[in-house]
C-alpha cells in the first residue's frame, strides 16, 4: 500500500504539534526535542519516501525559520525562537506555499482571538497569547486548503 509523503508528513507534524501546544500553553516554551525532533522525523520520511519533495521542503523550513526570526527582531522577542523552530517544522513539512498560508490563517485568527478577548476583558493588550496553537490550526487549514488557495490567487487549475 503507498502512503503520499504529503500525509506522512501532516502525521509527523500533528505528531509534533500537540505536545508543542500544550508546552507553549502552560509554560509559554517550546522544547526542542518536539520541533527538532519533528524535523528530524520529518527530513527521514522524506528521505525514505524518495527525493523529491526535499529541495522544496528545506527552502520551507528556511523561509519559516527566517521569518519567524525577523519578527523575533522586531518585536522584541514577543514571538520566541520556539516559534521559529516549530515554524521550520511546519514550513519543512508543508512548503513554502504552505507554510504561507498556514501564518496567514494563524495570524488572523490570533487576531480576531486576541480582539475578543480584549473587548471581554479577560486580557490585555500586553497579555502574551501563546502562538504555537494558532499556527497549529493554521497548518492543519493549510493542510486542507493550500494547493486551492495557491492556484486561485496565482490564477491557475488546483
Known sequence: MYIPVRILLAVVLLAASVPICIADIRRRRIPDVWSIGGAVAAFLVTLAMGRARLPENTAGAAIAF????????????????????????????????????????????????????????????????????????????????????????LGRPA
Do not use: H, M, N
Open 66 to 153: 527566517a521569518a519567524i526570526r525577523l519578527v523575533e527582531q522586531v518585536t522584541d522577542g514577543r514571538i520566541g525562537r520556539g516559534d521559529a523552530k516549530y515554524s521550520a517544522l511546519i514550513g519543512f513539512c508543508l512548503g513554502p506555499d504552505g507554510w504561507f498560508w498556514a501564518l496567514l490563517a494563524a495570524s488572523l485568527s490570533g487576531l480576531v482571538l486576541a480582539s475578543c478577548l480584549v473587548a471581554l476583558g479577560k486580557i490585555d493588550l500586553d497579555y502574551p497569547l501563546p502562538f504555537a496553537p494558532l499556527l497549529a490550526a493554521g497548518s492543519f487549514f493549510s493542510i486542507s486548503c493550500a494547493d486551492q488557495l495557491t492556484a486561485a490567487v
